[in-house]
């Protein structure tokens, strides 16, 4: 299953390791690793496999979980799937379009979603917006 993505997705091989890891198998980054965690400016947030625009700016929130937190998506830049790995049952969040895992998706975020987007720095590209 997951030779069969790589061959089909050849994006994969711009990746470092470390994206492979968490974009391909489903890793996940040390918590508080990736500088995104401290990223506050307007701009967008990116799909690192195939640059399809994820989330903007202002629907990242501190969450102090680690893991850049953002509490609501761009519509229909994302997709779920239920995951039962590490015994426990969680939402995973993956690009709609290259389907990279991105990261999971909590019911305890801020209002007015309640949700939050639990991401991995490393699957995100940041582009600051140009004022
Ligand atoms: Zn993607």
Wanted: aromatic share 10%; charged share 25%; proline share 7%.
């Amino acid at each position: 299953m997951t030779d069969q993505i790589a061959k089909e997705h050849l994006w994969f091989s711009d990746l470092s390791c470390e994206q492979l890891n968490v974009m391909r198998d489903h890793g996940t980054e040390p918590p508080g690793s990736s500088p995104l965690n401290y990223e506050k400016r307007p701009g967008t947030y990116y799909c690192a496999g195939c640059q399809t625009p994820l989330f903007h700016g202002d629907m990242k929130y501190d969450s102090g979980c680690g893991w850049p937190a953002f509490f609501t998506v761009i519509e229909g830049a994302v997709e779920m799937e239920i995951d039962h790995s590490h015994h426990m049952t969680r939402t995973e969040v993956h690009c709609a379009r290259c389907k990279a895992h991105l990261g999971h998706i909590f019911p305890d975020g801020p209002m007015p979603t309640g949700e939050r987007y639990c991401i991995n720095g490393v699957s995100l590209k940041f582009k600051k917006e140009d004022v």
